[in-house]
């Protein structure tokens, strides 16, 4: 048996019996091709939940942000003025401290993707610094991550690597540094 569905053009209220009633088709259309009136992500590295009003239900709900803060899954999008009020006046701690800022989406947020490495655990970084020197140098071209290439070099320091590896991952990590000035 699967999850309820849900259908974008209508919905059932609880405790209404079989009562339909129409979403806002233009906060709908917005979230298909527009962009948010306004979004906020989470500034720390732990879970946060926040509350939001629902677009179609207009019911108040909780979301829980989580994974690193430059993800889809750690932005809270606004989509109308009703919804901006509720959210200002009901995550006004988290706001007043920081937990919460404004944030401006690049044009291509949703097409950005994670890098390959982003998530890797200390053996899967181990088996990259492992591999035959070309095929190193070849997948670490595609590392464009400061905290990525600092365990690669960290690991490639444990296994006691040439210097001509070391030196291949800190030319790589430069080249990354001088990328974001």
């Keep these: 048996m699967g999850g309820a569905i849900i259908r974008p053009a209508l919905f059932y209220r609880k405790g209404k019996e079989d009562k339909m009633t129409e979403v806002n088709y233009s906060v709908y259309s ?10 906020y992500r989470k500034t720390i590295n732990a879970k946060l939940l926040v509350r939001v009003l629902n677009s179609f239900s207009g019911e108040p ?14 932005i809270v999008d606004i989509w109308e003025e009703k919804q901006m009020a509720f959210f200002l006046r009901a995550n006004k701690v988290a706001l007043e401290r920081g937990l919460l800022l404004a944030f401006e989406k690049p044009g291509n947020f949703e097409e950005i993707i994670l890098e390959k490495f982003a998530n890797a655990t200390d053996e899967e970084l181990t088996e990259l610094v492992n591999k035959p020197f070309f095929l190193f140098q070849s997948e670490l071209q595609t590392i464009t991550s400061k905290a990525v290439l600092g ?3 960290t690991i490639a ?9 070391q030196s291949h991952i800190l030319a790589r990590l430069s080249e990354v ?5």
Excluded: C, F, H, Y
């Excluded at 917005?30 to 979004?39: A, I, R, V």
């Excluded at 320091?157 to 590896?165: I, M, T, V, Y």
């Design 177 to 181: 540094q001088g990328s974001e000035v």
């Design 151 to 153: 365990r690669v070099l």
């Design 61 to 74: 709900e909780e979301v829980i942000l989580k994974g690193p803060n430059d993800r889809p899954d750690a």
């Design 157 to 165: 320091r444990e296994l006691d690597k040439s210097d001509k590896w």
């Design 30 to 39: 917005m979230m298909q091709t527009g962009k948010p009136l306004k979004s």
